[in-house]
């Protein structure tokens, strides 16, 4: 027989990827073993398609209905249409897919239904740009021709989202994939439209909005990124109309000054009184404007404002107020009654055609300037004429657009709002909330729970994101959902402006006498003009109004446009889809329309959502809000889990916007599937981000380098669009970036370059573990099924131990997976194979197995086991290996059962007894470990030949634990024998100290090079005396023990007293040498 393996770094070292399989374990296979159908190596590459097609042919991943199993379902959040996917979409992906895969051999009838989202503004932004590349816009085209274009864009990447989920291995029902656009969506849509619009809860309003002046459409509140930028506060001043002085006003926007209305004061402020009735004349434009008093104003710190208040140390006192263009002045224009006059056009630049009238000869010079030229241009000319007093820097918080990463402009316009405040939206949300995940009271206008369906059954993980979620519906306000695109589904409203009458509206003459109320398809709202109330027929007695017709189909649309009636050519904004996927997906409001029926009663509410915490408000929130209202009040789920974000290895969020995400083809390609899966496993904690550095591959070499990076305008760092060959001069390549922002066009001359990371050298590193002790546990397995043998129990300590490691296992991952602590599901697995299966159990049978069945069964059991708890992390290489373990027999033992199934992905999750976990296998093995450790250590140190066979001495203690681990320390320690301790130490003996026992090691001077031995062991005294005067100092020293926390002097003494037992065993060692210390 072989010597056994010494070192625990040789038998791991061994199976690592790049050194290939073990010679010697694969020369021990029997032909005829089910191992001989293995290849020698784990190929991810010659695996995975074929896998994924044996999947699919056998519709493992196909929900059905009415089958008797507890139903179980997750809704994929649908990723956008706009480029492929990336890491932060393959870790969010992969979470799910192991919660669905779990589930499925759990036994439920899982469904995890995938699709994309069309994505309006960010879809038709990326294909404006490429028009604008090839020299062409969206206005060269008809609104049809540019959606055909947008669509075919749409089609590209759809397919090649679907090719990605199925390359990563998602099980995904893909029989069921939509698209937030397609006719099952689409009804829904506009069902979802017509039934808020019906109950008063859509209507359209002029209100000042966030405004993106490059995508040129509104945005709601949460579309809107917060970023700190270092700017100035300008101190202008404003003459009074009497000629007695004048105000200075303090602004961060000089530009948005032409739209000025008033200037307010605080009316505690002492100056108030004097001004009073007064005027001012607003430079430039020379419009007569008021003074107004109102609380909101900060008052300077020198005139009893607040001195804590950043503002209160730049402020005035005096506030100019511009209604049109910034939210707090027009909530103090609409409480004083003052005139909004909008300065700007769509694109952000100053404009005399969208409601500015007064421009005087001077105001005319700024038309036409973009707002940051008219910033600068303006502030010269106060300078110019003497009524700038200064300019103080100041580092201020600035809205910006999420899409095209540029400030947005407040702006006053007609668009639909979603009046989520009304309680039936709002409360409802708010009430789903865990009561136990509530932060203090809710607001008063919220109404209490009423034990309704789906009150209290939402839950967060982890529970801090509760907070953000009921922050958000404290402080809601109406959401916008127009958007001024073409791209996106098109709001169903038809309008027609018309004069009031003495007796009110004549709605036949209007084409509308049928919709003297609302009707199954169609409903009518009456809007006054002047103050966009809403309003009956008979009450429109004067002035103008707007006649909306919203209807359920566009079939009507053609009469109404033969009265005069003009569709909104706006579109909805992308989350009012997205916030009925898990209706819409189901086939809602008419699913057997669809041939869906049974799916909404029993997939919805889902099991979980996984999503980031950045669309808690974007999504969550309103899946909340409308599944409730259309569902009589069911939640859409019932736990949100909120995972971790993989960054860059800048730290910058992953994005498909930003082009800086790696594409998990490049890692498949590199690693496999399962390293890519296993890594993002173990990476993803609930508690920090994800950090990732990123190399390039050459495509000319293949080597793995560095790439070159450049800042982008908006601060970012990513890799140049460019790069040259390190290793082939002359050669380029495009990266990731540059292909995806349209930068640089990857060719035969310059190809693009894929991505990689060393992060994933471990998953691949595990997946070579696990395929070569498969290879060595089969070849040590006769082909066969003995039936018989599985419900025997086990009866060596190595097997016992096993076996309660297993069941140990699998509660973990249990307990972890109903947490979502992926991360500990990795580590569990990891430990369980990769330490407890490979590193011990296999070294440990060796030389007993082949004539043991007993101990062949629980082989069998245990790696059948394994392979079943690693599927859902790792399924490709499991599912690979899976025939040849089932055809090495029958697996199971008493108090674990695990019937045979075709495929491992819908074999039964294993359910071990409580009584497999043998605490006293686990305590002997764990004493046997220390043991045999303690002597690599020893044989490590001292440079034993690890082929060496030596003879171990033991002290009563120490022969118990060998005599309880039936000759494992002897073969793991590489003991030749073992022989109770007599007399004094031998001479040339090695001391080691374990368990408070001093154990003798001999048959080993001759193999230490004792010159260099003692050079060693002279170093480590001489440390050891060093650090050990240094920790008696501290400890000797009365103020370091009173004053330090009390764990922390405990540690200095652990540390003296370690210190102490090496330098008494290097002493030791060195005077088994013959020399004196």
Known sequence: MRPCTVFLAEFRGRFDVGRGYDPWLMSQAAPASPSAALPKSYSPREHEAAITQRWESAHCFHATTGTGRAPYSIFIPPPNVTAALHLGHALNNTLQDVLARVHRMRGFETLWMPGTDHAGIATQTVVEKRLLMQGKRRTDFTREAFIQRVQEWKDEYEAVILSQLKAMGSSCDVERTRFTMDPVCATAVREAFFRLFCDGLIDRGKRLVNWDPVSQTALADDEVEMHEVDGHFWYLRYPLTDGSGHVTVATTRPETMLGDTAVAVNPRDPRAAALRGKRLRLPIVGREISIVEDDYVVMPASMGGDPADPKAQFATGFLKVTPAHDANDWEIGRRHGLAA??????????????????????????????????????????????????????????????????????????????????????????????????????????????????????????????????????????????????????????????????????????????????????????????????????????????????????????????????????????????????????????????????????????????????????????????????????????????????????????????????????????????????????????????????????????????????????????????????????????????????????????????????????????????????????????????????????????????????????????????????????????????????????????????????????????????LRVMHPVMPFVTETLWPAVQQAGAAGVRGLELPPSALCTTAMWPRPDAALIDAGALRDMERVQSLVLAIRNLRGERKVDPKRRITLHAAASAMATIHAGEGIVQTLAGLDRVEPMSGSRPAGALALAHEGEELWLTNVVDAVDAGAERERLSKLIAERERAIAGFEAKLGNAGYVAKAPPAVVEETRAKCAQAQSDLDAARSALAALGVQA
């Open 341 to 866: 006059i909008n300065i700007m056009a769509p694109d952000g630049s100053i404009s005399d055609r969208h409601g500015w009238s007064d421009v005087s000869d001077s105001a005319r010079a700024f038309v036409g300037m973009t707002r940051e030229a008219a910033r600068t241009a303006i502030v010269a000319w106060f300078k110019a004429n003497g009524l700038l007093e200064e300019a103080r820097p100041y580092r201020h918080s600035v809205g910006h657009s999420y899409r095209s990463h540029v400030p947005v402009e407040p702006y006053l316009s007609d668009q639909w709002y979603v009046r989520v405040t009304d309680d039936r939206l709002r409360g409802a949300a708010l009430r789903a909330m865990a009561t136990d995940q509530v932060d203090g009271a809710w607001p008063k206008d919220i109404a209490p729970r009423s034990g309704a369906e789906g009150d209290g059954e939402l839950r967060f993980f982890p529970p801090r994101y509760a907070k953000t979620f009921q922050q958000w519906h404290e402080n809601l306000r109406d959401w916008c959902i127009s958007r001024q695109l073409w791209w996106g589904h098109r709001i169903p409203v038809w309008t027609k402006r018309v004069h009031g009458a003495a007796g009110g509206i004549d709605l036949a003459a209007a084409g509308v006498g049928h919709l003297g109320h609302s009707t199954a398809d169609a409903a009518l709202a009456i809007v006054r003009v002047a103050d966009g109330t809403q309003v009956s027929a008979h009450e429109a007695t004067s002035g103008e109004f707007d006649l909306h017709v919203c209807t359920l189909t566009d079939a009507a649309g053609a009469a109404l446009e033969a009265h005069g009636f003009v569709r909104d050519p706006d579109v909805l904004d992308t989350w009012f889809s997205s916030a009925l996927w898990p209706l819409s997906t189901l086939g809602w409001p008419n699913p057997a329309a669809f041939e869906m029926g049974g799916l909404l009663e029993e997939f919805n509410p889902s099991a979980v959502l996984s999503t980031a915490r950045e669309i808690i408000t974007l999504w969550v929130s309103r899946m909340v809000m409308f599944n409730r209202y259309f569902l009589g009040g069911r939640v859409p789920f019932r736990h949100v889990f909120i995972h971790s974000v993989v960054q860059d290895g800048f730290g910058q969020k992953m994005s498909k916007s930003l082009g800086n995400g790696l594409d998990p083809r490049d890692v498949i390609h590199s690693h496999g599937a399962d390293a890519l899966r296993f890594t993002l496993v173990q990476m993803s904690t609930s508690t920090q981000d994800v950090r990732l550095p990123v190399d390039m591959v050459c495509p000319h070499t293949g080597e793995t380098f560095t790439p070159k990076t450049i800042v982008t305008q908006s601060g970012h760092t990513v890799a140049a669009p460019v790069q040259e060959s390190p290793k082939a001069p002359g050669k380029r390549m495009v990266s990731a970036y540059g292909a995806a922002t349209g930068n640089a066009e990857p060719g035969d001359d310059q190809p693009l370059a894929r991505n990689t990371s060393a992060r994933f050298d471990t998953g691949r590193n595990f997946a070579n573990k696990l395929w070569n002790a498969t290879r060595f546990a089969l070849a040590n397995l006769p082909e066969g099924r003995p039936a018989e043998l599985t419900t025997t129990a086990p009866a060596s300590m190595a097997d016992r131990w096993m076996l309660a490691r297993l069941a140990q296992a699998v509660a973990s991952i249990d307990a972890s997976i109903a947490e979502y602590r992926f991360n500990e599901v990795g580590d569990a697995l990891y430990d369980v194979v990769w330490r407890d299966f490979c590193d011990w159990y296999l070294e440990s049978i060796k030389p007993t197995v082949k004539s043991d069945p007993l101990q062949q069964q629980c082989l069998r059991t245990v790696l059948d086991g394994l």
